[in-house]
Each structure stands twice: as C-alpha cells, then as structure tokens.
C-alpha cells in the first residue's frame, strides 16, 4: 500500500493566479498521475508524472496551463496555472500499486476560482 | 474509443440490497476496481475483479464477466453512510485506469 499526503486541501483563488499543489508517498514509485475532478463529474487524468523526464499530458491538456514537477520518485507538484472559475474542481494525485492490486489516492484539494 | 457505463444515480432503502450496474468496452483488460467516493473526499478502494466470478468483502460483492463486459457492486444490509458516488474502473492493456462517470446512491431511511 501507499500513503499520499496532499496539500492544500482546499484553496479559493482569484482569476489570473496559480496554484501549486504537492504530493509526498511515503514509498518510491516510478509513476504518479493527476486528475480532475469537476462537480458531479467522474475522474479526468491530466497527466502521468515520470521521474527524470517530462510529463506525459492527456489530450486537452498541457504544459503551460499544467505543469507537473517529479524532482524524485517520492514527490510530485501540479501547479494550476492563470486560473479561471472554470478551473474550479478537485484536483487529486494517484499512484499505482502495481498489477492486481488498486490505486491509492491524495486526500484532493478542492479548488474555488472567483 | 473506450468507455464505461453506470446509471448516474441510483435510490434505496437503509436495509436493502441495491446492486450497482457496469458494462465497459475498453482496449485489453487488466482488472476492473470498484471505489467509493463521499462528497469532496478521494475515492476509496472497494474491491477488485480480474477473473470472472464473485469477490466478497463483508457487505459488499462484486461480479465480473469478462465475456460480457460486466459488472456489478451489491450492496447488501445499506446503511445510511452508504451514501456515495461508487465509481467503476477499468485497467486497459497499457495498464492506465479508465474511470466510469460514478454512481451517486441515495440511501433513504
């Protein structure tokens, strides 16, 4: 298993700034992966954050709006870029477990745009 | 393109049994992961299904037929907390978790 501490939990932010939010495991893995989660809505992955090398974004999203940092296999920062009230959702960091076994998830951050 | 179906929302009496419905068409299969989610909180894991067949885990089951594409979640013995959005995920061939839009379930007393 894994534990993942994120933070902030939540946050309310003017438009035009950003927002970094950061995820520490207590274990090394190679892979970490950030999704969206808008009201009501189900997860969307943003992207997979590779250690010593750039992101992988998923279709809709990308490094300018989004930037991702890995500096080491236990840490990973999402940062919300000049944001927007339609950037307002939950934003949540994953890791594996590996084959056969479930995915462990952040405590999210809840993010409010005005 | 892949996808996964689950009715969006679903009501049951505290007591009863309600079973959660899933079908998927995805590209290869590793597993099928079913996750509970209160409102503003992280998901949860319930319980994993990579063979065909029932896993149970105290209150909850879960059913796979690969064959079919298909899944369910029972719920049995409902508790007023078993309100929630149950979430069903897919592991495709590349081993990237595909999500379902998640099911909201009301329980009412």
């Known amino acids: 298993s894994a534990v993942i501490s994120q933070k902030p939990s939540r946050d309310i932010c003017q438009r035009g700034t950003s927002l970094t939010i950061q995820c520490q495991v207590d274990?090394?893995?190679?892979?970490m992966f950030w999704y969206r989660q808008q009201p009501g809505q189900s997860l969307t992955l943003i992207a997979t954050?590779?250690?010593?090398?750039?992101?992988?974004?998923e279709s809709g999203f990308v490094i300018d709006k989004f930037p991702i940092s890995r500096p080491n296999l236990t840490f990973s920062t999402l940062t919300v870029s000049n944001m927007s009230p339609e950037d307002s959702s939950i934003y949540l960091c994953?890791?594996?477990?590996?084959?056969?076994?479930?995915?462990?998830f952040g405590q999210g951050t809840r993010l409010t745009v005005v | 393109g892949q996808n996964i179906d689950q009715p969006t929302e679903m009501t049951a009496t505290e007591g009863a049994i309600v079973q959660i419905n899933c079908t998927y068409q995805?590209?290869?299969?590793?597993?099928l992961f079913w996750y509970q989610q209160h409102a503003g909180e992280a998901p949860t894991f319930l319980s994993y299904?990579?063979l065909d067949g029932l896993e149970e885990k105290g209150r909850f089951s879960s059913f796979l037929s690969r064959s079919k594409g298909y899944s369910y979640l029972l719920l049995k013995e409902l508790q007023m907390k078993d309100s929630a959005s149950y979430l069903c995920?897919?592991?495709?061939?590349?081993?990237?978790?595909?999500w379902g839009a998640g099911t909201k379930l009301i329980i009412k007393p």
């Open positions: 994953s890791v594996d477990g590996g084959e056969g076994t479930e995915a462990f």
């Open positions: 274990s090394q893995v190679t892979m």
């Open positions: 954050a590779n250690q010593g090398s750039e992101a992988t974004y």
């Open positions: 995805t590209s290869g299969f590793n597993g």
């Open positions: 299904n990579v």
């Open positions: 995920a897919v592991k495709d061939s590349n081993y990237q978790l595909i």
